[in-house]
């Protein structure tokens, strides 16, 4: 039988100096909030036939009031762009700015045609004489006015600039599409602070319903814990958890950029309940050894159930992490982190299941009967 709780100020080290780690990290760097929390516009797109340049990108939105643009790479095609939040019309002058800037230079341009007397003139490639085919298309919607009383003359028309002209028949919806948009959310910084203020609201809620649960649970073995011990014990153990991965995302987040949202809360809340789960498992066998052999050695009945769930948490553990990291590999970038932070709690739960909270409540039965003495 391993010594698990015996060995306790070993597992309490190496607890301390991950916490302090993370309470360090979060002092120093805290969390990159996302646009979730922050309020404000998150477009990811790839081009289709353009090697990437941050630069470019700016230069084709700069003149579209967008505040600060921040402009970040996502794997080797995709980008992921940050600013104010904007409305659908301003959407679409971004996909259009992008499409032109992005254009190459021997892009064709199909221009629409006039149909106004049933017949339409075909798509052709403006490039090889872009002033005759223009041309064309105006003498076409002179003919019409024509038609309809009106005089026009084709020959007046002065033409100084073929580029800019083209461009100017050309609509949005015939210039090339040159980028793939992914996704596009776009948030109020009011939404983002009543989002932060609930997300911290679930899980306090989260945790006291917890430690009430537990107390209820545990009722039958009030000797020589307290039954809502077992419940405070286990949400100190969550804290644990849940300040570490904090912490490693603090890291992430100064380093590499990584942001934090909503996805992340609700990776925090299972990380709660998967942690909770693991650590109740422990405390339950410990009170139905308690039961069947009474309290002889307290700490002896607490070791006797760690050893005895070993097992069982460390394979429940083990088979879903290995789901988790087969989702890291291949689920897309979308949930990327999500799943890196539901491997980082799970992990760390599973450690303080085993090698926390039970020692924990051998400490502090310990601590009780010291002061009585």
Do not use: C
Not at 38 to 45: A, H, I, P, R, Y
Not at 63 to 79: P, Y
Not at 208 to 236: D, E, H, N
């Amino acid at each position: 039988m391993i010594k698990i709780i015996q060995r306790r100020k070993i597992w309490f080290a190496f607890s301390v100096i991950l916490i302090s780690a993370s309470i360090v990290a979060l002092s120093i760097w805290g969390l990159k909030l996302g646009i979730d929390f922050t309020g404000g516009t998150l477009m990811e797109f790839s081009f289709k036939e353009e090697t990437l340049n941050s630069e470019k990108i700016k230069d084709a939105l700069k003149d579209l009031d967008l505040g600060e643009v921040n402009v970040q790479f996502s794997g080797e095609e995709s980008v992921l762009l940050r600013f104010k939040d904007v409305d659908e019309n301003t959407h679409q002058e971004i996909i259009k700015a992008l499409n032109i800037a992005f254009s190459r230079d021997d892009d064709e341009i199909p221009i629409a045609t006039f149909s106004e007397r049933g017949s339409e003139i075909e798509e052709e490639n403006i490039e090889s004489e872009p002033i005759s085919f223009v041309k064309k298309v105006l003498a076409d919607e002179v003919e019409v006015i024509t038609e309809s009383g009106d005089e026009a003359n084709i020959e007046n028309i002065n033409i100084e600039n073929e580029e800019v002209n083209v461009e100017s028949i050309a609509e949005t919806e015939n210039i090339k599409n040159n980028i793939n948009e992914k996704r596009f959310d776009s948030i109020g910084p009011v939404i983002g602070d009543e989002l932060k203020t609930n997300a911290v609201w679930a899980i306090v809620i989260a945790l006291i319903a917890i430690v009430l649960y537990i107390g209820w649970a545990f009722r039958k073995v009030s000797r020589p814990v307290s039954s809502f011990k077992y419940g405070i014990i286990a949400t100190v153990a969550l804290f644990h958890d849940i300040i570490i991965t904090l912490g490693v995302f603090s890291a992430l987040g100064h380093f590499y950029n990584v942001e934090v949202g909503i996805p992340f809360v609700a990776a925090l809340l299972a990380i709660l309940g998967y942690s909770v789960n693991d650590t109740i498992v422990v405390f339950d066998r410990t009170r139905e050894n308690l039961i069947k052999s009474g309290i002889s050695d307290f700490e002896e009945v607490v070791n006797k159930s760690v050893n005895e769930t070993l097992i069982r948490s460390l394979n429940t553990s083990f088979t879903t992490l290995l789901i988790l990291i087969v989702l890291f590999l291949f689920g897309g970038e979308t949930i990327k982190y999500f799943i890196v932070a539901l491997i980082i709690g799970i992990s760390v739960g599973t450690y303080s299941s085993i090698f926390i909270a039970s020692p924990l409540l051998v400490t502090w039965q310990k601590w009780s009967l010291g002061r009585q003495k």
